[in-house]
């Protein structure tokens, strides 16, 4: 069993920036692909960008909506994964959820914490 623990969302102005964390314990195995997403209210949850554990950097992937001002990366040695999301806007208003997914398909996910983007 995998627990996912997310942290560091809140309410910030238009422009303005938040980091988000996510730690994982329990059984972990590797590979596995670390990802955030998000859901708004009345919408679907959507993919927000995934990163996997391969190589010192990990392949990233992010939704086109926030391509330039959102970067993933993750520490393997601590399986957490962050999201530092830059000139927030308030569309970005959103549940983000943290998702863990592993090579034999058992998929987590965490709780999800609030972030909410004033104008």
């Known amino acids: 069993q995998v627990q996912l623990v997310e942290s560091g969302g809140g309410l910030v102005q238009a422009g303005g920036s938040l980091r988000l964390s996510c730690a994982a314990s329990?059984?972990?195995?590797?590979?596995?692909?670390m990802g955030w997403y998000r859901q708004a209210p009345g919408k679907q949850r959507e993919l927000v960008a995934i990163?996997?554990?391969?190589?010192?950097?990990?392949?990233?992937n992010y939704a086109d909506s926030v391509k330039g001002r959102f970067t993933i990366s993750r520490d393997n040695a601590k399986n957490t994964v962050y999201l530092q999301m830059n000139s927030l806007k308030p569309e970005d208003t959103a549940v983000y959820y943290c998702?863990?997914?592993?090579?034999?398909?058992?998929?987590?996910w965490g709780q999800g914490t609030q972030v909410t983007v004033s104008s």
């Open positions: 998702r863990l997914t592993m090579i034999n398909g058992l998929a987590s």
């Open positions: 990163i996997s554990s391969g190589g010192s950097v990990g392949v990233t």
């Open positions: 329990g059984n972990i195995f590797s590979p596995n692909a």
